[in-house]
């Protein structure tokens, strides 16, 4: 079964200073790969989404942007910081069917 | 707009009780899925439930989907402490080119308090 890996777990980051939160994946190949982002504990909101290498989606106009370098890698990254950005964000992957597996997301807090 | 929609928002419980959550959802759909998030950490995949069944179990728990009324419940048998959680419905499932790509839509949860 797959196996997420998301850090940093928690950080704490300034408003205009730039972002960057990695994950991998284990236990599959050519998976795809997702980026959430859960604001006050509640519902989960899909920010980008890879079926592969540099094929990337984004599902709403945003501050952020996303990568992927390579088959099992997923990078959420920004240039500068917005307050509005703060959020607990989550990693996700499936393969071969609908049941998506997630990481144990990255708290930010943009001070 | 929201696809999957809780309900309740919040339910509180005792031990041994049985909890039932609802999710009603807009559009036409693959599957519903529902998920687990204990406090501060990632969700964790409880069950999915395709558009052409009626009911699933998985140890204590029950889903059933009626896509006549575009909604699903998650029923939590002898519900235990460790059950306190929020509780998600996702709906999705689309083909992309013969690949499913498994874009989810997540409802805002019903946060379950179980009390010893």
């Known amino acids: 079964s797959q196996t997420i890996h998301q850090w940093p777990a928690t950080l704490v980051q300034p408003v205009g200073s730039p972002l960057s939160l990695e994950c991998t994946v284990e236990?599959?190949?050519?998976?795809?790969l997702y980026w959430y982002r859960q604001a006050a504990g509640r519902g989960l909101q899909l920010l980008f989404y890879s079926i592969g290498i540099d094929q990337i989606s984004s599902e709403v106009p945003q501050n952020l942007s996303a990568s992927r370098p390579q088959d099992r890698q997923f990078i959420l990254s920004s240039k500068k910081l917005l307050l509005s950005d703060s959020g607990f964000y989550l990693c996700?992957?499936?393969?071969?069917?609908?049941?998506?597996?997630f990481g144990e997301g990255s708290w930010l807090t943009v001070v | 707009s929201q696809q999957g929609e809780e309900d309740p928002q919040a339910l509180s419980i005792q031990e041994g009780e049985n909890a039932t959550m609802n999710c009603s959802y807009k559009?036409?759909?693959?599957?519903l899925q529902w998920y687990r998030q204990n406090s501060g950490r990632g969700l964790v995949h409880l069950i999915l439930i395709r558009s052409n069944e009626r009911e699933k179990h998985s140890g204590r728990l029950r889903v059933t989907l009626d896509t006549s009324k575009k909604s699903s419940s998650l029923l939590i048998t002898a519900s235990r402490a460790a059950d306190t959680a929020s509780y998600f419905c996702a709906t999705g499932g689309s083909n992309a080119g013969g690949t499913s790509y498994g874009k989810l839509t997540f409802g805002q949860g019903t946060i379950l308090t179980v009390h010893p």
């Open positions: 996700a992957c499936s393969a071969y069917g609908n049941t998506i597996y």
């Open positions: 236990g599959t190949s050519n998976p795809n």
């Open positions: 559009t036409s759909i693959n599957n």
